[in-house]
């Protein structure tokens, strides 16, 4: 999977691990923004009284 992704990236080898690099950080941006919070919600259930 990971080198079908590296062989579409579009440029040479150097800007296609600069591109592989920023499309993993955007993917982390997104579970940290929209995936992780509403988990976290449904989870953080304090059953200590």
Do not use: D, S
């Amino acid at each position: 999977m990971y080198g079908w992704i590296f062989r579409h990236l579009p440029g040479p080898k150097w800007l296609k691990v600069i591109e592989a690099l920023l499309l993993i950080l955007v993917i982390i941006w997104a579970l940290f923004t929209y995936v992780y919070p509403p988990i976290h919600e449904h989870f953080n259930q304090v059953t200590v009284g």
